[in-house]
């Protein structure tokens, strides 16, 4: 398990370091590289197995349900990142160490770095590709903590949040690349895919797969025209740009392309897709970095440049070429990392980044300028050094293709002028850094940094030169086992030397260095034309920025203009749903709206009543800004359903709506105090018109449906309720049989809305002051005989009568019309009336008990337990039993535990009830007397 | 037949009692008794999921009465998944609001509870009028808590809710009732026998029934066009009431599922899969609307309340595909999304009592006290809710987008998911750097932040449940597999409430 061992130290050592950090600067940096240590470790023992050629695979499990497993994989391509990636870590690690200054945070620094390089890990040693993207998004969030690591400064910030854009954009795209494949072959893992390349390249979507793929590769290799990131990511601490933006993060994007070379390449559309992006970013970087003031931005376009190259030798596909890509990687790799450094002590020592004031360092730190002269020259690609052999070897591939094509001796040509363009900027980098006259106004005066933040270039600097002098002693045998690796077969026979005789390469090589010398010799006119004519014109940032901006703005407009804070749009809305969906439903060519049930003849009274319930209910509708008579209006309405509730043979529902009837108006009335006797009218005719509208096709709606319903066979489980009703739940009126025991159940959930109803509008009331009128609207102050004596007295006669009559609906209700719902209401109406009659205050304090916390959770608690109770006899909760028993003068009289749960229920409808009217009248009282004596109520 | 199955559905009830009885005894006592009982809830509804792990279908007849007769509770995996979920999360609700948000009015923890009954009934039901009391149960918890503390802003919001939801009660009603008329039962094991036998001159009533359904489901999961009561809700009420609401919009997607693959379902006859021409288009189209509204978000919690929004189109995307693979994406995305989103409501409350007057507004503001903590976990909540790798958010898109290629629809799926969910991370990183890289040394910070470490551990463990899915991903994947299995059968939960018929 070495490998995962190798993967998972950096992770742990992030840890580490946060930690580490506080004990002092240098431990933070010394811990990261005994960690990067401790990685190389697990790493050294698998090297010769992978140079023998096989390939090590580790197993961990994860998601197998989904075919994805952790597993990693060691071959030679795998070997060559992970020694890149720890190698130039460690370097890196060795050289912020001296980078950072005191203000910067060394933990935040080391840890996100380790993080990265443990994600960078992950990606070059994934089998299985979901578990390869797992790791590229962590890159792409590490690497947006290390390029914002200078908060405080909105380029990092923004640089940051763009590269985060751009190639988490990429990676979504790479998911679904990789879902395709992974469905191609059935298998995500490297091993089935890299072995099943014919069936992906004749599937019929390996097209749209591969753009996926690639577009996740170019963006995070900074592929024209995703490009744009890269420069901007520049902002980030110079240690960070040597690691991520030369060696690792942007190399993963080339990375996939050799890892997924055997399985996706040699297709004409591979061909193009990879060749074409890869020379025109070839181009557009070459030419871009010459004219680039900041040293970092040069070296920017310049990487951009040589990922173009790398892109285009694998878009090329011969094994040759493969291989010519793999060398290169290595190259660039350790001369740009080195190159990035020596910017980073350039900036360090002078305070400043711009080669238009940085001038003639050659005198103030020789050492620096030798080893970036070096490194230089081996990005210029000048023989001798490591970048002219892959260079030169990229050079053979194009003519070799070029053969083959229409056209195609415009490859040799782009090339040659990338390549040209290329010692142009190496020889603007050397020349005006380290001579072209004196230092112009810099902040600071430039000497020799310290030992040990050079070392790290020395390092880089000799391999450029050991792999440029001696390429088959040194770099051959790595570069062989990771090119078998991309390839997954023998790699082909190939020369690493110098000099291979005078071959087109050669010369192109010759114009490519004479060329670009004359270049830069003659520079100015390409400065103004550049300056002048394209770089106005040509800001992939502005791009970005104006669709980011739009994106934004649409989003703002769009949802502005749906979510506006207003009810009637949102019940319009969802009545023109609830239409939609129902006319959808009912929608039939075949089958007619009425059913096949015979009518029942009309009688003279029940067209009577319906039609004053339609004229009420129109009248509501018309007149409903004169509050007072809309209620009354309304309060018809519901006295005309109650009345069609006993026609049809119903006393329990009438008995009911009759009650709430009363409650609900009294409470309507309560409420109305607080408002205006008239509402304003608010919604112009265009509106009233669509909502009437709407209100009459819903109003249509719902009556067809219930037409459709009542005109059909009638066959439900209601016989079962009437011949159980008596034998079963004892007792003869089925509807509150029903209501207590078959559905008990129902109600206990019913009882628990009406007791959060109470607490409810008591929590709400509670905060709520509001301002009564002291005068009606024609200016005549209230009458101040609130209570008047002939009611006061009349009501509390009226009391005791009332609450027998409630005991007796509640004791009748098992089996005769009635029940402890409808007596609750019976008492809550009675007991209102005193409060209405008197003044909450007076009846207060004459009610013992007149907190109604208490009564509702009794309530609640004796319909609970009454149905617990059954558990004691190993029955399901709310099983009902009931018996006879014989008391004295009153005679034989049933019990039943339902009635039980009926007196939960009654307890509760009183309690909420009275919970919430004393309340709305407490605030009547409180809004225009002094504050009554309630608070402290609960 | 088992109590187990009932105990979650009673406990919250009882302990709410419990809590209005003893509202005077010290604030203290009540906190640990309400939290004591969501532990309690837990432990319940972990022995539930073991006990139907095995695939068994539990049935309590209430009342003794049978099915379809009297009321059944009906356990089987899905339900005490749901459960299980809502119990953890209710949990760290209630220790989070014991740091004090309960304190500012009345009744917090009687409230909390009853609403936790709300969802636990609504889980087991297996009776459709039932389903609908508990709906109410649900819809009145849910207004008291979300008016708890007061405010114009959360009542003016707090209106509109239950105004648009009694509406949807009663569309409730007029699909139950019609449902009722046509077929005579409401039991819905009973329901799918019968409408899968629906005579022709029926099945324009019942498709319309069913289809109204749908419409009141999608009202309560927040389904275009119904999303539009959620962002203010969720944005002005308090932060552990906005975290618990993360359930609130599963219920209506679990009431999908539930209905429309036993009732509505394959079997179903003339009206097999009745919402499948419906659910995908207008998931989708939720999703994109809910990530433009986290683009165009001006708050955070704002921000936070329209990626609940995206995930309720995320999860009935996943249920829409209407296959094993994609039912069980949706079931391992529910967990994650809903933790994810209750972490950030907290997160989001944490951050704004550390800025002063600009609060949650997503403009610069004074440096943030704690700023490497609450940065950090914003972070990872981000980074989960975004969908990046490798948290849960991640695994659970994946699995929604494998299961979504064998669907006629895949590429609008993939289009529209992979899309939303880049609008979600340049949204967050947006947010991130405004409120952490960015604070403005000019304004004053605030004087006294509030402690850290205890607003840390609801906020840590909810995000430790995100992690658990994430390592454990197979795990959990297998049961959601077995759980989508299940559903797609919907003859063994017919077969275990009505017996052999």
Same mark, same amino acid.
């Given at each position: 398990m070495s490998l995962v061992w190798l993967v998972l130290t950096p992770f742990l050592g992030a840890a580490l370091v946060a930690a580490v950090a506080r004990l002092g600067r240098s431990h933070a940096a010394w811990a990261a590289g005994a960690v990067t240590l401790l990685a190389l470790a697990w790493l050294l023992p698998l090297i010769p197995t992978a140079f023998a050629g096989s390939t090590v695979l580790q197993r961990v499990g994860w998601l197998p349900s989904a075919g994805v497993d952790l597993v990693f994989r060691l071959d030679g391509l795998g070997l060559l990142f992970a020694l890149l990636i720890l190698g130039i870590g460690l370097l890196v690690i060795l050289y912020a160490r001296y980078y950072l200054s005191p203000r910067d945070s060394m933990g935040r620094f080391y840890a996100s770095l380790l993080l990265f390089m443990g994600a960078m890990l992950g990606v070059v040693l994934s089998e299985n590709l979901i578990q390869l993207l797992v790791f590229w998004e962590l890159t792409s969030l590490a690497s947006f903590l290390l390029i914002s690591y200078w908060q405080h400064r909105a380029d990092a910030r923004n640089g940051a949040r763009m590269a985060l854009a751009v190639t988490g954009a990429g990676g979504l795209a790479l998911l679904a690349g990789f879902l395709l494949l992974g469905e191609m072959v059935g298998s995500y893992e490297l091993s089935a895919l890299l072995a099943a390349g014919d069936v992906i390249r004749a599937h019929p979507f390996y097209v749209p797969m591969l753009a996926l793929v690639l577009l996740g590769a170019f963006t995070k290799s900074a592929?024209?025209? &995703?490009? &744009?990131w890269l420069p901007h990511a520049m902002a980030a601490p110079t240690p960070v740009s040597a690691y991520l933006h030369s060696a690792t993060m942007v190399k993963a994007g080339v990375f996939l392309l050799a890892r997924l070379f055997p399985a996706l390449s040699g297709t004409p559309e591979w061909f193009w897709l990879v060749t074409g992006a890869g020379l025109a970013t070839l181009l557009v970087g070459a030419f871009t970095a010459l004219f680039k003031h900041d040293l970092k931005g040069l070296l920017a376009y310049s990487t951009i440049s040589h990922l173009g190259l790398i892109t285009a030798l694998f878009g090329i596909g011969t094994p040759l070429a493969a291989v010519a890509g793999v060398f290169h990687i290595i190259n660039h790799a350790t001369f740009k990392a080195g190159l990035f450094m020596a910017a980073g002590i350039i900036d360090h020592e002078c305070g400043t980044r711009d080669m238009r004031r940085i001038n003639g360092l050659w005198r103030y730190m020789p050492h620096t300028a030798t080893l970036a002269m070096v490194a230089a020259a081996a990005m210029a690609g000048v023989p001798l050094f490591n970048g002219f052999l892959s260079k030169e070897m990229f050079f053979a591939e194009a003519v070799g293709v070029s053969a083959t094509l229409a056209w195609g001796w415009l490859l040799p040509v782009a090339v040659t002028a990338a390549g040209l363009f290329a010692v142009a900027y190496s020889l603007r980098f050397i020349h005006d850094v380290f001579f072209n006259g004196e230092p112009i106004d810099l902040p600071r005066t430039p000497h020799e940094p310290p030992r040990w933040m050079k070392v790290p270039v020395e390092i880089l600097v000799v391999l450029c030169l050991l792999v440029g002098i001696f390429p088959a002693q040194t770099v051959e045998p790595l570069l062989s086992v990771a090119a078998a690796g991309v390839l997954q077969a023998p790699t082909p026979a190939h020369d690493l030397a110098i000099w291979h005789g005078f071959s087109p390469a050669l010369w192109m090589s010759l114009i490519a260095l004479v060329g670009g010398v004359l270049v830069y010799v003659g520079r100015r006119p390409l400065f103004d034309l550049y300056e002048r004519r394209i770089e106005p014109h040509l800001d992939a940032k502005a791009i970005y920025e104006y669709l980011l901006g739009r994106l934004f703005a649409f989003a703002r407009r769009l949802t502005g203009w749906l979510d506006t804070g207003s009810l009637p749009r949102l019940l319009g809305l969802f009545f023109l749903f609830a239409l939609i969906l129902g006319a959808a439903g009912l929608a039939s060519d075949t089958v007619p709206l009425t059913g096949a049930r015979a009518l029942l003849p009309v009688d003279g009274i029940s067209l009577l009543a319906t039609l004053g319930l339609i004229a009420a209910a129109l009248a509501t509708v018309v007149l409903h800004r004169q509050r007072f008579t809309a209620l009354i209006l309304i309060g018809a309405v519901g006295l005309t359903v109650a009345l069609i509730f006993i026609k049809f043979s119903a006393p329990d529902l009438a008995l009911t709506q009759l009650s709430v009837e009363v409650v609900t108006i009294v409470l309507l009335l309560l409420a109305l105090y607080f408002l205006p006797q008239e509402s304003p009218a608010e919604s112009g005719t265009p509106r009233r018109l669509g909502d009437g509208v709407l209100a009459l096709a819903a109003g249509t709606g719902a009556g067809l449906l219930a037409w459709a319903v009542l005109t059909r066979p009638y066959q439900t489980i209601a016989g079962y309720f009437l011949d159980n009703s008596l034998t079963g739940g004892g007792g003869s009126n089925v509807v509150n049989v029903i209501l207590v025991d078959f559905r008990g159940f129902d109600t206990l959930g019913e009882i628990t809305v009406l007791a959060l109803a109470g607490l409810g509008i008591y929590a709400m009331l509670e905060h709520l002051r509001l301002p009564g009128p002291a005068r009606d609207p024609q200016g005549r102050p209230w009458d101040a005989d609130r209570h008047p004596a002939i009611m006061a007295s009349f009501t509390r006669l009226l009391l005791p009568l009332a609450l027998l009559v409630s005991l007796f609906i509640f004791l009748r209700g098992h089996n005769l019309p009635g029940g402890g719902f409808i007596a609750g209401l019976i008492t809550a109406v009675a007991l209102i009336m005193q409060y209405l009659a008197n003044g909450v205050a007076w009846t207060q304090v004459r009610l013992p008990g007149s907190n109604m916390h208490p009564l509702i959770a009794a309530g609640l608690a004796i319909a609970t337990v009454t149905g617990l109770a059954s558990f004691a006899f190993g029955h399901p909760f709310l099983t009902s039993t009931f018996g006879h028993v014989h008391w004295p003068l009153v005679g034989e009289f049933e019990l039943a535990s339902a009635m039980a749960f009926d007196l939960g229920v009654y307890l509760v409808v009183v309690g909420a009830t009275l919970l919430i009217l004393i309340h709305l009248g407490a605030m009547h009282t409180a809004s225009h007397e002094a504050p009554s004596p309630t608070k402290g109520d609960n | 037949m088992s109590h187990l199955v009932i105990l979650p559905v009673l406990l919250p009830l009882f302990a709410g009692i419990l809590l209005l009885a003893v509202r005077h005894a010290a604030l203290p006592l009540r906190r640990a008794l309400s939290v004591t009982a969501m532990l309690a809830q837990l432990a319940l509804a972990l022995l539930l999921f073991i006990r139907v792990s095995g695939g068994e279908v539990l049935v309590y007849a209430l009342g003794d009465w049978p099915a379809p007769f009297g009321i059944v509770l009906v356990a089987d995996r899905l339900a005490a998944w749901l459960l299980l979920i809502t119990a953890a999360l209710a949990f760290w609700v209630a220790l989070d609001a014991?740091?004090?948000?309960?304190?500012?009015?009345?009744h917090f923890h009687v409230l909390l509870q009853w609403q936790v009954f709300g969802l636990a009934g609504a889980f087991l039901t297996g009776d459709l009028f039932n389903l609908f009391v508990f709906f109410e149960i649900l819809l009145l918890a849910s207004y008291g808590l979300m008016l708890h503390g007061g405010g114009a802003w959360r009542t003016r919001a707090g209106l509109h809710y239950v105004v648009v939801n009694l509406l949807g009660s009663t569309l409730f009603l007029f699909a139950v009732g019609t449902l009722y008329g046509v077929l005579g039962t409401l039991n819905m094991a009973d329901l799918a026998q019968k409408v899968a036998a629906t005579p022709a001159e029926n099945v324009p009533l019942v498709r319309a029934a069913g289809l109204m359904l749908f419409g009141v489901f999608a009202l309560k999961a927040a389904l275009l066009p119904l999303y539009l009561w959620l962002p203010a809700a969720y944005a002005h009420t308090s932060a552990p009431v906005a975290a618990l609401f993360a359930i609130m919009t599963k219920v209506g997607a679990y009431a999908i599922l539930r209905v429309y693959s036993l009732i509505f379902g394959p079997g179903a006859g003339p009206l097999a899969d009745l919402i499948e021409p419906w659910l995908m288009p207008l998931a989708l189209a939720t999703l994109a609307l809910g990530m433009f509204g986290v683009l165009a978000s001006r708050r955070l919690k704002q921000q936070v309340a329209y990626l609940v929004v995206a995930s309720a189109g995320t999860l009935l995307a996943a249920f829409a595909l209407n296959s094993v693979e994609g039912i069980a994406a949706g079931l391992y995305y529910l967990p994650h999304t809903t933790f994810a989103a209750a972490a950030l409501f907290l997160l989001a409350e944490a951050i704004a009592r550390r800025r002063g007057e600009v609060a949650d507004r997503l403009e610069t503001g004074p440096k943030i006290a704690h700023a490497r903590v609450l940065g950090g976990l914003f972070f990872v909540a981000a980074v989960a809710s975004a969908g990046l790798p490798p948290l849960s958010g991640f695994v659970g898109k994946f699995l929604l987008l494998r299961a979504a290629l064998e669907h006629p629809a895949a590429a609008w799926v993939l289009g529209v998911v992979l899309a939303g969910g880049l609008a979600g991370v340049i949204a967050l990183a947006r947010s991130g750097s405004l409120l952490?890289?960015?604070?403005?040394?000019?304004l004053e910070a605030v004087a006294a932040p509030p402690a850290l470490a205890a607003s840390l551990v609801p906020i840590a463990g909810l995000l430790l449940l995100g992690l658990g899915l994430t390592v454990w991903a197979d795990p959990v994947l297998r049961a959601a597999q077995a759980t989508a299995t299940q559903l797609l059968q919907p003859y063994e939960y017919i077969h275990a409430v009505l017996g052999e018929h």
């Amino acid at each position: 398990m070495s490998l995962v061992w190798l993967v998972l130290t950096p992770f742990l050592g992030a840890a580490l370091v946060a930690a580490v950090a506080r004990l002092g600067r240098s431990h933070a940096a010394w811990a990261a590289g005994a960690v990067t240590l401790l990685a190389l470790a697990w790493l050294l023992p698998l090297i010769p197995t992978a140079f023998a050629g096989s390939t090590v695979l580790q197993r961990v499990g994860w998601l197998p349900s989904a075919g994805v497993d952790l597993v990693f994989r060691l071959d030679g391509l795998g070997l060559l990142f992970a020694l890149l990636i720890l190698g130039i870590g460690l370097l890196v690690i060795l050289y912020a160490r001296y980078y950072l200054s005191p203000r910067d945070s060394m933990g935040r620094f080391y840890a996100s770095l380790l993080l990265f390089m443990g994600a960078m890990l992950g990606v070059v040693l994934s089998e299985n590709l979901i578990q390869l993207l797992v790791f590229w998004e962590l890159t792409s969030l590490a690497s947006f903590l290390l390029i914002s690591y200078w908060q405080h400064r909105a380029d990092a910030r923004n640089g940051a949040r763009m590269a985060l854009a751009v190639t988490g954009a990429g990676g979504l795209a790479l998911l679904a690349g990789f879902l395709l494949l992974g469905e191609m072959v059935g298998s995500y893992e490297l091993s089935a895919l890299l072995a099943a390349g014919d069936v992906i390249r004749a599937h019929p979507f390996y097209v749209p797969m591969l753009a996926l793929v690639l577009l996740g590769a170019f963006t995070k290799s900074a592929q024209f025209p &995703f490009h &744009f990131w890269l420069p901007h990511a520049m902002a980030a601490p110079t240690p960070v740009s040597a690691y991520l933006h030369s060696a690792t993060m942007v190399k993963a994007g080339v990375f996939l392309l050799a890892r997924l070379f055997p399985a996706l390449s040699g297709t004409p559309e591979w061909f193009w897709l990879v060749t074409g992006a890869g020379l025109a970013t070839l181009l557009v970087g070459a030419f871009t970095a010459l004219f680039k003031h900041d040293l970092k931005g040069l070296l920017a376009y310049s990487t951009i440049s040589h990922l173009g190259l790398i892109t285009a030798l694998f878009g090329i596909g011969t094994p040759l070429a493969a291989v010519a890509g793999v060398f290169h990687i290595i190259n660039h790799a350790t001369f740009k990392a080195g190159l990035f450094m020596a910017a980073g002590i350039i900036d360090h020592e002078c305070g400043t980044r711009d080669m238009r004031r940085i001038n003639g360092l050659w005198r103030y730190m020789p050492h620096t300028a030798t080893l970036a002269m070096v490194a230089a020259a081996a990005m210029a690609g000048v023989p001798l050094f490591n970048g002219f052999l892959s260079k030169e070897m990229f050079f053979a591939e194009a003519v070799g293709v070029s053969a083959t094509l229409a056209w195609g001796w415009l490859l040799p040509v782009a090339v040659t002028a990338a390549g040209l363009f290329a010692v142009a900027y190496s020889l603007r980098f050397i020349h005006d850094v380290f001579f072209n006259g004196e230092p112009i106004d810099l902040p600071r005066t430039p000497h020799e940094p310290p030992r040990w933040m050079k070392v790290p270039v020395e390092i880089l600097v000799v391999l450029c030169l050991l792999v440029g002098i001696f390429p088959a002693q040194t770099v051959e045998p790595l570069l062989s086992v990771a090119a078998a690796g991309v390839l997954q077969a023998p790699t082909p026979a190939h020369d690493l030397a110098i000099w291979h005789g005078f071959s087109p390469a050669l010369w192109m090589s010759l114009i490519a260095l004479v060329g670009g010398v004359l270049v830069y010799v003659g520079r100015r006119p390409l400065f103004d034309l550049y300056e002048r004519r394209i770089e106005p014109h040509l800001d992939a940032k502005a791009i970005y920025e104006y669709l980011l901006g739009r994106l934004f703005a649409f989003a703002r407009r769009l949802t502005g203009w749906l979510d506006t804070g207003s009810l009637p749009r949102l019940l319009g809305l969802f009545f023109l749903f609830a239409l939609i969906l129902g006319a959808a439903g009912l929608a039939s060519d075949t089958v007619p709206l009425t059913g096949a049930r015979a009518l029942l003849p009309v009688d003279g009274i029940s067209l009577l009543a319906t039609l004053g319930l339609i004229a009420a209910a129109l009248a509501t509708v018309v007149l409903h800004r004169q509050r007072f008579t809309a209620l009354i209006l309304i309060g018809a309405v519901g006295l005309t359903v109650a009345l069609i509730f006993i026609k049809f043979s119903a006393p329990d529902l009438a008995l009911t709506q009759l009650s709430v009837e009363v409650v609900t108006i009294v409470l309507l009335l309560l409420a109305l105090y607080f408002l205006p006797q008239e509402s304003p009218a608010e919604s112009g005719t265009p509106r009233r018109l669509g909502d009437g509208v709407l209100a009459l096709a819903a109003g249509t709606g719902a009556g067809l449906l219930a037409w459709a319903v009542l005109t059909r066979p009638y066959q439900t489980i209601a016989g079962y309720f009437l011949d159980n009703s008596l034998t079963g739940g004892g007792g003869s009126n089925v509807v509150n049989v029903i209501l207590v025991d078959f559905r008990g159940f129902d109600t206990l959930g019913e009882i628990t809305v009406l007791a959060l109803a109470g607490l409810g509008i008591y929590a709400m009331l509670e905060h709520l002051r509001l301002p009564g009128p002291a005068r009606d609207p024609q200016g005549r102050p209230w009458d101040a005989d609130r209570h008047p004596a002939i009611m006061a007295s009349f009501t509390r006669l009226l009391l005791p009568l009332a609450l027998l009559v409630s005991l007796f609906i509640f004791l009748r209700g098992h089996n005769l019309p009635g029940g402890g719902f409808i007596a609750g209401l019976i008492t809550a109406v009675a007991l209102i009336m005193q409060y209405l009659a008197n003044g909450v205050a007076w009846t207060q304090v004459r009610l013992p008990g007149s907190n109604m916390h208490p009564l509702i959770a009794a309530g609640l608690a004796i319909a609970t337990v009454t149905g617990l109770a059954s558990f004691a006899f190993g029955h399901p909760f709310l099983t009902s039993t009931f018996g006879h028993v014989h008391w004295p003068l009153v005679g034989e009289f049933e019990l039943a535990s339902a009635m039980a749960f009926d007196l939960g229920v009654y307890l509760v409808v009183v309690g909420a009830t009275l919970l919430i009217l004393i309340h709305l009248g407490a605030m009547h009282t409180a809004s225009h007397e002094a504050p009554s004596p309630t608070k402290g109520d609960n | 037949m088992s109590h187990l199955v009932i105990l979650p559905v009673l406990l919250p009830l009882f302990a709410g009692i419990l809590l209005l009885a003893v509202r005077h005894a010290a604030l203290p006592l009540r906190r640990a008794l309400s939290v004591t009982a969501m532990l309690a809830q837990l432990a319940l509804a972990l022995l539930l999921f073991i006990r139907v792990s095995g695939g068994e279908v539990l049935v309590y007849a209430l009342g003794d009465w049978p099915a379809p007769f009297g009321i059944v509770l009906v356990a089987d995996r899905l339900a005490a998944w749901l459960l299980l979920i809502t119990a953890a999360l209710a949990f760290w609700v209630a220790l989070d609001a014991a740091r004090g948000e309960d304190a500012r009015g009345r009744h917090f923890h009687v409230l909390l509870q009853w609403q936790v009954f709300g969802l636990a009934g609504a889980f087991l039901t297996g009776d459709l009028f039932n389903l609908f009391v508990f709906f109410e149960i649900l819809l009145l918890a849910s207004y008291g808590l979300m008016l708890h503390g007061g405010g114009a802003w959360r009542t003016r919001a707090g209106l509109h809710y239950v105004v648009v939801n009694l509406l949807g009660s009663t569309l409730f009603l007029f699909a139950v009732g019609t449902l009722y008329g046509v077929l005579g039962t409401l039991n819905m094991a009973d329901l799918a026998q019968k409408v899968a036998a629906t005579p022709a001159e029926n099945v324009p009533l019942v498709r319309a029934a069913g289809l109204m359904l749908f419409g009141v489901f999608a009202l309560k999961a927040a389904l275009l066009p119904l999303y539009l009561w959620l962002p203010a809700a969720y944005a002005h009420t308090s932060a552990p009431v906005a975290a618990l609401f993360a359930i609130m919009t599963k219920v209506g997607a679990y009431a999908i599922l539930r209905v429309y693959s036993l009732i509505f379902g394959p079997g179903a006859g003339p009206l097999a899969d009745l919402i499948e021409p419906w659910l995908m288009p207008l998931a989708l189209a939720t999703l994109a609307l809910g990530m433009f509204g986290v683009l165009a978000s001006r708050r955070l919690k704002q921000q936070v309340a329209y990626l609940v929004v995206a995930s309720a189109g995320t999860l009935l995307a996943a249920f829409a595909l209407n296959s094993v693979e994609g039912i069980a994406a949706g079931l391992y995305y529910l967990p994650h999304t809903t933790f994810a989103a209750a972490a950030l409501f907290l997160l989001a409350e944490a951050i704004a009592r550390r800025r002063g007057e600009v609060a949650d507004r997503l403009e610069t503001g004074p440096k943030i006290a704690h700023a490497r903590v609450l940065g950090g976990l914003f972070f990872v909540a981000a980074v989960a809710s975004a969908g990046l790798p490798p948290l849960s958010g991640f695994v659970g898109k994946f699995l929604l987008l494998r299961a979504a290629l064998e669907h006629p629809a895949a590429a609008w799926v993939l289009g529209v998911v992979l899309a939303g969910g880049l609008a979600g991370v340049i949204a967050l990183a947006r947010s991130g750097s405004l409120l952490f890289y960015r604070p403005v040394h000019a304004l004053e910070a605030v004087a006294a932040p509030p402690a850290l470490a205890a607003s840390l551990v609801p906020i840590a463990g909810l995000l430790l449940l995100g992690l658990g899915l994430t390592v454990w991903a197979d795990p959990v994947l297998r049961a959601a597999q077995a759980t989508a299995t299940q559903l797609l059968q919907p003859y063994e939960y017919i077969h275990a409430v009505l017996g052999e018929h």
